[in-house]
Structure formats: C-alpha cells, structure tokens
C-alpha cells in the first residue's frame, strides 16, 4: 500500500480477509477509525489495515470483543503492531489540516484519531523525562 493511500472496502477486505459485514462491525463498535469520503464510503490507512489484522488475530485467539478493546486502547508502545505509521513527522503537513475546534461532524475521524494518538505519545514521553 502506497504511504498516505488510503483504500476501499473491498480492498480491505481482500488485505484481511474479513468480510465487509465483520469490518463495519468493527467500526460501529469504534475499534477502527477509518476516514470517509465525499460520498461517505469507509476508507482505510495502513494502520486501519494492521489494526483490523490485529482485531482478527485477537478474535481467533478466542478473545471476546471487550477484551480486544481493552487490548487495543493499552498504551501503543506496548504492541508496536498498532503503532501509527512512523513517518507521520514528514507528512505533518498533511494531517495539519485537522480542525481542532469541534469534534462533530469530523469528515476525517482518522486523521485525527492518528494525531491525538501522536500527540498522546509525545506528551508521556516528555514527562517521563
């Protein structure tokens, strides 16, 4: 997958090996954060990709959704599998158009998602300093 691509269901879908039905289950349950575009059809990053591949494997392993979540929102230095993509210093610029101001409606829930998620760790880690 190309960096700052993002892609279609029926991609994810084929990357996965999920079904669409299991993915737009994941999203309603708010486990991924897939951006949406102008005719609001889901559309997943390379994190969306890994988290989903996680999700499946957390799953498989006979855990219960609840527990996947718990998981999920642990620290991300504890699973470098659902760290966000390490470049996002060089394309700050592209996430920089996030409007802070109001959560809702937020058409790029994602990037967002990713830049909090960023900011987070950054902070932590200055403190722990």
């Known amino acids: 997958m190309k960096k700052g691509k993002n892609i279609t269901m029926k991609e994810a879908k084929e990357k996965t090996g999920l079904t669409s039905r299991q993915i737009r289950y ?21 994190s969306d990709i890994k988290r989903l591949l996680k999700i499946k494997e957390l799953l498989t392993a006979g855990n219960s959704i609840e527990t996947v979540r718990s998981k999920l929102k642990a ?47 950054k902070h932590s880690q200055k403190e722990e300093d």
């Not at 966000?84 to 996430?95: A, E, G, H, K, S």
């Not at 058409?107 to 967002?112: A, F, I, K, T, V």
């Open 26 to 46: 994941y999203d309603q349950q708010e486990l991924i954060f897939p951006a949406r575009s102008k005719g609001n059809q889901r559309l997943f990053s390379a």
């Open 75 to 121: 620290p991300l230095t504890v699973d470098k599998d659902l760290e966000v993509d390490d470049d996002f210093d060089d394309n700050y610029d592209y996430y920089s158009d996030v409007d802070l101001d109001s959560l809702y409606p937020v058409s790029n829930r994602s990037e967002l998602i990713k830049k909090l998620s960023r900011s987070n760790k």
